[in-house]
C-alpha cells in the first residue's frame, strides 16, 4: 500500500484506524479510518482544530488511548508487528522505549515534588534497568543536550520557566533513545521566540538522532518550520496530506486553502484574517457525505451525500469531490 | 532561599501565632462570664445545710467576683497567665489549675493519640485506595459509610458503643478507666486499661476515619487526573509504580495537613466521649468545670486547647514546606 514504492520502509504504519469513544451510552467516532505511514526519521505535522481527532490518533500510536477509547477497525504496526495499542499493559513496553511523547510541558506534565533530574531518571531506571547513579548521569548527559546545565537537574519545575520545562520534557522523552517522538503542541504555552528556539531544537534533535516526529497542532505556520509532512484533519478524518512545499503553495482541499488563509501574515500586507465561516462538526451527529460540506465555499450537491474516498496525487493524498475527475483519470492510467 | 528571609518568614509566624494566643486568653476570659450561672451558687446552693446570703457574698469576695470585671478581674487574670499563674479551682477547693491539667492530660493523649493514629492508618489508606479507583466496589462503600460516619455525632456513637459492646454482650467496660480491685504494678493492670480504652478509642476513632476518607479520596482522585500521571502513564509505568511514585506524595498534601491540624486536639479533642465513659481525662475535666463555672480551669483548659491548636498550625506550615517544594521559598 502506501510507502511500499518508497526507499525505506515505513517505521509506522497505520491503516483504517477507527477509535470510538463512549460517554453515557453515547458513543461518537473521534477517528475514522485513518491511514498513513511515516518513515524513520520523517517529521509530520497533524494539524486540525479541536475535536478533529488528531490527538486521538496520537494517542493511539502512543498505545495511550484512554479507558473509555474502543478500537472500531484498523490497526497501527510498528516495524511490521500489530501494536495491542487497545490493551494497556500490553502495550507498557512500547510505550516510551519506542514512541515517546513531548507533552506541553509548559503546563503541569512535570510532577510537582519531584527535582527534574529524578524525572529524567526514572524511565532510564524503570525500563532500561539502569542503576541510580548511571541513571541520574546519564539524565544530566539529556539535560545538556536539550540545553540545560545539567547542575540545573537539582531544581523542581516550578522554579523554571515555560521554555525550559519543554526542554526538561524533551530530555525526558529522549531518555529511553524512542524512534517516534510525538509532540502534542509542545509550544502551544510558550511566547513566539521561546516557540522558535523549542522547534529548531527540536529539529536538530531529530537529524541528530534519526528521530521521526509527529508534531500535533493547530498552528499550520508551526509545521511549515518544522515538518516535511502535513496531514489535514477534519471531524475525524486526514483530508489532505502532502508535502509541506505542495500544500503550501497549491492546497486542493478547500478546508485546508482556507487554514492557510487564516495565518496571519504582516510581510504580505495580509493584515485581515479570514476566518473560516460556521462551526466545528459534531462528532456524535456528523454531516452527511463530506463532513467538511455545511461550511465549504465550493460544495456541490453530491459532497451532502457521498464521502469523498481519499485519493492519491502523485506523493499527496487528498479527500475531495473537486479532485474526484483527476482521480478518476489517474485510475484509468493505472490500468 | 537565603538565611535572612527564611528567619524573617520564621519570626513572623511566631509574632502571629503569639498575637493569637493572646486573643485566646481574652476571649476565653469573657467567654465564660458570659454563660449564664453563678460559680458561688451553683457551688454553695447544692449544700444540703442552708447558706446565707452574707456568706454567699464572702465567697464571692473570696473569689475575685465582686471587683468590675473590666478592668479590675480581666487585667489581674492577663497579667497572673502572662506571668504563668493560670490560678486555682472554684470546684476542686485549693487545687492549682496546672496541676489538675497536668494530672489529666495523660490520659486524654493516650486517647485521642491511639484513636488518631487508627483513624489515620485506615482512614487514609481507604481514602487513598478509594480515589485510586474511582467509581468502584471499594469507593462506593467507603465514600457512603465515612459520610455517615462524618456526620454522626461521636457521643451518639459513644452510647451505641456502650449499649451494644458493654451493656447487652458484656465484652467490654464503659466505664472509667481502671476496675476496682486489680492489682497494680502487674500486667493484669495493663490489660485492664486496654480493655477500659477500647471503646472510647474506637468511638473517637470511627468519628474520625470518615474525615479522612473524604479528604484522602478527594485528594487522590485530583491527582488521577493530573497531566504528569499521564505523562507517567505514557513513560510506560505500571500502575503500582504510578501510584507510589507518582500519585501518593502528591494526594498526601492535602491529607499532611489535615493530620497535623488534628494534632492540636490531641489535648482535648474528645471532651463529649470523655463525658460519655467517665474517662478520666481533659473533656471529663472540662465538662465538670462548665457546669460549676469553674472558670479558672476553663480558661486554663482553653489557652491549652488554644496553644496546641496554635502549634499544630505552625507544624502543619513547616510539613507542608518540606513535602511540597512549591510552597518552600
Known amino acids: 500500500m502506501t510507502g511500499s514504492s518508497q526507499d525505506k520502509a515505513p517505521l509506522l504504519e497505520v491503516s483504517g484506524l477507527s477509535v470510538d469513544y463512549g460517554l453515557k451510552g453515547v458513543s461518537s467516532r473521534a477517528i475514522d479510518s485513518v491511514s498513513f505511514a511515516l518513515r524513520a526519521g520523517e517529521a509530520v505535522g497533524l494539524v486540525g482544530e479541536s475535536g478533529s481527532g488528531k490527538t486521538t490518533t496520537a494517542m493511539a500510536i502512543a498505545g495511550l488511548l484512554s479507558p473509555n477509547a474502543r478500537v472500531s477497525g484498523g490497526q497501527v504496526c510498528y516495524r511490521g508487528n500489530r501494536l495491542p495499542i487497545e490493551d494497556d499493559a500490553a502495550m507498557r513496553p512500547h510505550r516510551w522505549s519506542e514512541t515517546s511523547v513531548v507533552f506541553q510541558g509548559a503546563m503541569n506534565a512535570l510532577n510537582p515534588v519531584h527535582r527534574i533530574i529524578k524525572q529524567i531518571a526514572e524511565p532510564c531506571m524503570l525500563k532500561l534497568g ?189 479527500a475531495c469531490h473537486l479532485h474526484r475527475s483527476s482521480q478518476e483519470d489517474k485510475v484509468a492510467a493505472h490500468a | ?106 490520659a486524654t493523649i493516650v486517647l485521642v493519640s491511639l484513636a488518631q493514629f487508627i483513624a489515620i492508618v485506615c482512614g487514609v489508606m481507604l481514602g487513598l485506595y478509594a480515589g485510586w479507583r474511582r467509581g468502584g466496589a471499594v469507593d462506593h462503600i467507603a465514600t457512603g459509610a465515612s459520610l455517615l460516619l462524618y456526620s454522626t455525632p461521636s457521643f451518639w456513637v459513644a452510647m451505641i458503643l456502650i449499649v451494644i459492646f458493654s451493656t447487652a454482650l458484656g465484652w467490654l467496660p464503659g466505664y472509667g478507666a481502671y476496675s476496682p480491685g486489680v492489682s497494680t504494678r502487674s500486667l493484669d493492670q495493663v490489660l485492664d486499661y486496654l480493655r477500659h480504652l477500647t471503646l472510647p478509642v474506637s468511638a473517637v476513632a470511627l468519628g474520625l476515619i470518615g474525615q479522612y476518607v473524604v479528604v484522602a479520596r478527594a485528594a487522590m482522585s485530583d491527582v488521577v487526573t493530573e497531566d504528569y500521571m499521564v505523562t507517567a502513564r505514557a513513560k510506560g509505568l505500571t500502575g503500582g509504580q504510578m501510584l507510589m511514585r507518582h500519585a501518593f506524595r502528591n494526594a498526601m498534601l492535602p491529607v499532611v495537613t489535615l493530620i497535623t491540624l488534628n494534632l492540636g486536639y490531641v489535648v482535648a479533642g474528645a471532651i463529649t466521649v470523655e463525658a460519655v465513659f467517665a474517662w478520666p481525662g481533659i473533656g471529663g475535666l472540662t465538662v465538670e468545670a462548665l457546669n460549676a463555672r469553674d472558670y479558672p480551669v476553663l480558661q486554663g483548659v482553653f489557652l491549652l486547647l488554644g496553644a496546641s491548636i496554635v502549634l499544630a498550625n505552625l507544624v502543619a506550615d513547616l510539613a507542608y514546606g518540606i513535602l511540597d517544594p512549591r510552597v518552600r521559598q
Open chain 1, 130 to 318: 539502569m542503576p541510580r547513579g548511571e541513571a541520574t548521569a546519564r539524565a544530566g548527559e539529556l539535560l545538556e543536550l536539550v540545553g540545560i546545565p545539567a547542575d540545573r537537574g537539582a531544581a523542581y519545575p516550578h522554579e523554571l520557566s515555560g521554555g525550559m520545562r519543554q526542554r526538561v520534557m524533551i530530555a525526558m522523552a529522549l531518555a529511553c533513545r524512542p524512534s517516534i517522538i510525538i509532540g502534542d503542541e509542545p509550544t502551544t504555552a510558550l511566547d513566539v521566540i521561546t516557540q522558535a528556539q523549542i522547534l529548531k531544537l527540536l529539529g536538530e534533535l531529530r537529524s541528530q538522532l534519526n528521530l521521526a516526529l509527529i508534531l500535533i497542532t493547530h498552528d499550520l505556520s508551526v509545521v511549515a518550520e518544522s515538518c516535511d509532512r502535513v496531514m489535514i484533519m477534519y471531524a475525524g478524518r486526514i483530508v489532505e496530506d502532502g508535502t509541506v512545499a505542495e500544500i503550501f503553495a497549491k492546497p486542493k482541499h478547500p478546508y485546508t486553502r482556507l487554514l492557510i488563509d487564516s495565518i496571519p501574515n504582516p510581510a504580505n500586507g495580509k493584515k485581515m484574517i479570514r476566518p473560516i465561516p460556521g462551526d466545528p462538526p459534531n462528532l456524535v451527529n456528523r454531516p452527511s457525505g463530506c463532513a467538511f460540506h455545511p461550511r465549504c465555499p465550493s460544495a456541490m450537491g453530491l459532497c451532502a451525500t457521498d464521502v469523498p474516498s481519499f485519493d492519491k496525487f502523485g506523493r499527496s493524498r487528498v
Open chain 2, 1 to 106: 532561599m537565603n538565611g535572612g528571609r527564611t528567619s524573617r518568614h520564621f519570626g513572623r509566624i511566631l509574632v502571629r501565632a503569639i498575637i493569637t494566643l493572646l486573643m485566646v486568653a481574652v476571649l476565653n476570659f469573657f467567654l465564660f462570664r458570659v454563660i449564664p450561672g453563678d460559680p458561688a451558687s451553683l457551688l454553695l446552693g447544692g449544700a444540703r445545710i442552708s447558706v446565707t446570703a452574707e456568706q454567699m457574698k464572702a465567697q464571692r469576695q473570696n473569689w475575685g467576683l465582686d471587683r468590675p470585671l473590666f478592668p479590675d478581674q480581666a487585667v489581674d487574670y492577663l497579667s497572673a497567665t502572662l506571668r504563668g499563674d493560670f490560678g486555682y479551682s472554684f470546684k476542686f477547693r485549693g487545687r492549682r489549675v496546672a496541676d489538675l491539667i497536668v494530672e489529666r492530660l495523660p
